[in-house]
């Protein structure tokens, strides 16, 4: 290993340490959650001009218009899902492909869908590199959900909308869960935490948050 390859192993694993420290900060102490976000590197999951702010805080720039999470968001999404390592998820919106390789340390199985193409490939390639081999990856309109691969254990959405497709409500077992912002595009939307029952669904509101459009329909040639 070359110096340069020490310098930067060692500054990721101190970005890390400093991560997990304010997931913790923000109330998030499940072991396994925090387990798999220090197993996660960031940095391979944004573009090379948004590398030194790999870990801070807030969403990042991504290709298409999109956004990476803040890491207490997906810490506080991927602990309201439960997580058992026999569940199957489905997530809307790879984008980077970050929260999925996170969701994918947790669980059996992810399925992860995408409406532009160029995200999808970019974020399986990153999980080839890391041999997550248990994520299955589609372009596609995820407002449809994936009729083939359901029903999940749990869901979870990754863009806003004011309300959530009928689709997705159908494909989530009793029992499971689905973690999704809801509101509108111009104003703070609340994280929702929805638990099927037996008649319904049960409702708790976990945060204000800022997450990009829910679009129906896929870009085509994007
Ligand atoms: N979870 C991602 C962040 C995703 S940003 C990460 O960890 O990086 C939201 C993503 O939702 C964008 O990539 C956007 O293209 C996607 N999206 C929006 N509408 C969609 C739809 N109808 N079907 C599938 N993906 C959609």
Redo the contacts with the bound molecule.
Sequence with gaps: MVRGDMDEEEARRIRLADLILRLRRAGIMEQRVLAAMEAVPRDL?VPPEGRRDAYAERALP?D?G????APVI?GMMTAALDLNPRDRVL??????????AVLAKLCRRVYT????RT?AAA?ESRFKTLRLGNITTMV????KGWPEAAPFDKIIV??ATDALPEALFEQVVVGGIIVAPLGPQDGVQKLKRLVRTQDGFTASDLADVR?????????ARL
């Design positions: 999951f991504i298409c999109q956004t990476i999470s997906v997530e809307i919106g790879t984008g980077s492909g970050y929260q999925c869908i995408d409406r532009f995200l974020a596609g309109d995820g407002t990754t863009a997450f990009v459009p829910l679009i129906p329909g896929t870009a």
